[in-house]
């Protein structure tokens, strides 16, 4: 049973239960009060202890790392280590909706429900449907997910969805949906997940740093990962405050990556703002329909609040790759004849990162180095099960004059 207060960062105040936010401009973060201890639950259940939930629920998702022959030597490094989040199975990666959005929708969900909530909405790109689709169907939890029409081929899952699963389309983009989420919430009366405000979400994606630290005995001096919105970079930023606090060595530097031409992270960081401006998206919605990893096309990210993405890349020196559409399926190709699985195209995103960093020599040949495999093997996984495709409720369209709430 893992025992934490909920904090906020900006003025100390402590809270429980499924509190969301302060009324600070500012995250809320667990502080989990032990030491973990790894424990004998199958994937990421073993690292229950720093995560802020009692039970585990009947899923399997969990980081897998590994150190990479192929990749590695095709790319001169020597201690690189790959965090595959995806499915798997012959190196027991069981992420059934192949993406790291498994490792958020399982405590999500587990959390919730010990404190008594009965149904959730999440908005959606995509790929956290998903995985908020499967993890609620195995257990019969209801949720309503709201994903832009466009991206519902996304949203499948293996196995017969259930009556507790209720899918929304919207005519939009990603951010469109988040303001329909917001609007049925309201009206609804129905929780918000919230997204990375959620510790669970975050303390979920985190697992990546945890499991990556025992594997390699100390922690990665780089992490690499693709952003959307930021929440896995932050989760692994955290975990890193929480090992260094119980005296694992190591500091990683945050590496992350986003896809010419829409990178308005990249371009804040690159002028070292904490806004992110409309300058730094010209053309939103025209960008967003040209990159080829699209599921990175959070047009309000958690970048500015306290705790957030910012502070992050500021803590850890971080550091923001932008890469081309060719740039990043080439690394797909790259990574798939050398380590043998398929990877999802915001993955390729970081890979690319990863061999620029290389080629700018901005990362050592000994470093120890830990690419986020942030999904993958939806190719393995469909010759072993047949995916359903869940099919949309109901369509509908953004109201006029809505202004988009911060990302939640
Ligand atoms: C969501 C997602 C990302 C981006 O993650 P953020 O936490 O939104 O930055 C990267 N890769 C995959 C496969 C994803 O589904
Ligand atoms: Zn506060």
């Given at each position: 049973?893992?025992e934490?207060?909920?904090k906020?960062?900006?003025c100390g105040?402590?809270f429980?239960?499924?509190?969301?936010?302060?009324?600070?401009y500012?995250?809320?973060r667990?502080?989990?009060?032990?030491r973990?201890?790894?424990?004998?639950?199958?994937?990421?259940?073993?690292f229950i202890d720093?995560?802020?939930?009692?039970?585990?629920?009947?899923?399997?998702?969990?980081?897998?790392?590994?150190?990479?022959?192929?990749?590695a030597?095709?790319?001169?490094?020597?201690?690189?280590?790959?965090?595959?989040?995806?499915?798997?199975?012959?190196?027991?990666?069981?992420?059934?909706?192949c993406?790291?959005?498994?490792?958020?929708?399982?405590?999500?969900?587990?959390?919730a429900?010990e404190?008594?909530?009965?149904t959730?909405?999440?908005?959606?790109?995509g790929?956290t449907?998903?995985?908020?689709?499967?993890?609620?169907?195995?257990?019969?939890?209801?949720?309503?997910?709201v994903v832009?029409?466009?991206?519902?081929y996304?949203?499948?899952?293996?196995?017969?969805?259930?009556?507790?699963?209720?899918?929304i389309?919207?005519?939009?983009d990603y951010s469109?949906?988040?303001?329909?989420?917001?609007?049925?919430?309201?009206?609804?009366n129905?929780s918000?997940e919230g997204g990375?405000?959620?510790i669970?979400r975050r303390?979920?994606m985190?697992?990546?740093m945890?499991?990556?630290?025992?594997?390699i005995?100390?922690?990665?001096?780089?992490?690499?990962?693709?952003?959307g919105s930021?929440?896995g970079a932050i989760?692994?930023?955290?975990?890193?405050?929480?090992l260094?606090k119980?005296?694992?060595?190591g500091?990683p530097?945050?590496?992350?990556?986003?896809n010419?031409?829409?990178?308005?992270?990249?371009n804040?960081?690159?002028?070292?703002r904490?806004?992110?401006?409309a300058?730094?998206?010209?053309?939103?919605r025209?960008?967003i329909?040209?990159?080829?990893?699209?599921v990175?096309?959070?047009?309000?990210p958690?970048?500015?609040i306290k705790?957030?993405l910012y502070?992050?890349?500021?803590?850890?020196?971080?550091?923001?790759?932008?890469?081309t559409?060719k740039?990043?399926?080439?690394?797909g190709?790259?990574?798939?004849?050398?380590?043998?699985?398929?990877?999802?195209p915001?993955?390729?995103?970081?890979?690319?990162s990863?061999?620029?960093a290389?080629?700018?020599?901005k990362?050592?040949?000994?470093?120890i180095?830990l690419?986020?495999?942030?999904?993958?093997?939806?190719?393995?996984?469909?010759?072993?099960?047949?995916?359903?495709q869940?099919?949309?409720?109901?369509?509908?369209r953004?109201?006029?004059n809505?202004?988009?709430?911060?990302?939640?």
């Open positions: 049973m893992s934490y207060t909920i906020c960062l900006e105040k402590e429980n239960g499924y509190t969301l936010s302060c009324s600070c500012s995250l809320l667990a502080e989990y009060k032990k973990f201890q790894i424990k004998d639950l199958p994937g990421m259940w073993r720093w995560l802020p939930c009692n039970k585990p629920l009947n899923t399997k998702c969990g980081p897998i790392t590994y150190k990479s022959n192929g990749l030597k095709e790319l001169g490094l020597k201690n690189l280590y790959i965090s595959f989040n995806g499915y798997y199975p012959e190196k027991n990666a069981f992420n059934m909706t993406s790291f959005k498994d490792l958020e929708a399982s405590p999500t969900i587990a959390r429900i404190n008594g909530l009965k959730m909405l999440i908005s959606s790109a790929n449907a998903r995985a908020f689709a499967y993890a609620s169907n195995k257990i019969g939890f209801e949720v309503y997910l832009p029409e466009s991206y519902l996304r949203v499948w899952i293996p196995g017969e969805p259930g009556e507790n699963i209720h899918l389309a919207v005519k939009g469109d949906a988040i303001s329909v989420g917001n609007i049925i919430c309201k009206n609804k129905i918000q990375a405000k959620n669970a303390d979920g985190g697992t990546v945890l499991d990556a630290t025992v594997v005995g100390q922690m990665p001096k780089h992490y690499f990962q693709a952003v930021g929440t989760a692994c930023w955290e975990m890193a405050i929480r260094r119980w005296g694992w060595k500091w530097k945050l590496n992350l990556s986003q010419i031409p829409f990178t308005p992270i990249y804040a960081w690159k002028a070292k904490r806004e992110i401006l300058d730094d998206m010209p053309n939103a025209e960008s329909e040209k990159i080829y990893s699209t990175l096309s959070n047009r309000n958690p970048y500015s705790g957030g502070d992050a890349l500021c803590d850890t020196n971080g550091e923001v790759y932008a890469v559409n740039e990043a399926k080439d690394a190709k790259l990574f798939e004849s050398t380590e043998e699985i398929d990877s999802l915001p993955a390729n995103v970081a890979i690319a990863l061999i620029r290389v080629n700018e020599d990362v050592g040949k000994d470093d180095i690419l986020n495999i942030t999904g993958g093997g939806v190719s393995r996984l469909k010759e072993d099960y047949d995916i359903v869940i099919k949309p409720e109901m369509t509908i953004k109201p006029e809505i202004v988009i709430e911060n990302e939640c």
